[in-house]
């Protein structure tokens, strides 16, 4: 099966504190989307790289791009939110299967990779994830509280996840513009497909605020 690599850099980084693409962003001498194109150039499952970006930003990431040539790599330009970004991807492949990383997770490991892509054998998505530490409380719009979760069953999901795209795509088509939609989990499960929780690690974290630059800095020593 052929597989198409999607990195989403799109997004505003409106919490990140300076004005700034957070993808873009340095640690030790690499920029944040550096570290999520540099395993997917690695993986010998996956076969081309879609990036997800701003128009205005296709110059400077072209710069990083241009001395890594061992697979294609293509820019397209994301949408006003992140399901128009990777809906705009899935129209640009026809591969059989996608796997989608945001672009801020620069603690990606192979091993996400491949059992997110091995997993498709058996299931039409999967992702990542990692079991709660806290009891989640479920309220109302006005904060007070309806009910709790089991903690043993509740879990907070990461990227990569992984789709085989025709089912994406029919997802994506149906429902489309649905604003309480946050992940492509979430598209599939109202298409009633199971969706595949892979167990990670909680230092696959989701830079979001310039705090965790010095975060992501102390796991990257270990």
């Known amino acids: 099966m052929t ?22 962003e340095k640690i030790n001498n690499k920029y944040i989307i550096e570290y999520s194109l540099d395993e997917f150039l690695k993986n010998d499952n996956i076969n081309d790289i ?19 040539n ?18 705009n991807c899935i129209c640009k ?18 091993e996400y990779i491949n059992k ?23 309220s109302n719009d006005d904060g007070v509280v309806i009910n709790s979760t089991n903690r043993k069953n509740t879990w907070i999901i990461q990227t990569p ?22 992940d492509d989990c979430m598209l599939l499960e109202l298409l009633k497909k199971d969706v595949k929780l892979i167990e990670g690690d909680y230092e696959n974290i989701k830079v979001t605020t310039l705090s965790d630059i010095n975060l992501v800095r102390e796991f990257l020593k270990c």
């Open 161 to 182: 996840q992984c789709f085989k795209r025709d089912i994406l795509l029919e997802a994506h088509e149906k429902f489309k513009n649905n604003e309480e939609i946050t």
């Open 3 to 24: 597989v198409t690599g999607i990195i989403l850099v799109a997004g505003n980084s409106t919490r990140f504190g300076k004005n700034t693409n957070k993808n873009f």
């Open 116 to 138: 997110c892509i091995e997993t498709m054998n058996k299931y039409c998505g999967a992702t990542i994830a990692v079991k709660s530490k806290d009891t989640i409380k479920i």
């Open 93 to 110: 492949t026809n591969a059989d299967i996608v796997i989608i990383q945001d672009g801020a997770r620069p603690l990606i490991k192979q």
């Open 70 to 87: 061992n697979k294609p790599i293509r820019l397209i330009e994301g949408g006003k939110t992140r399901q128009e970004s990777v809906f």
């Open 50 to 68: 879609l990036i997800a970006a701003k128009r205005e930003e296709f110059e400077f990431i072209n710069k990083i791009i241009s001395a890594k």
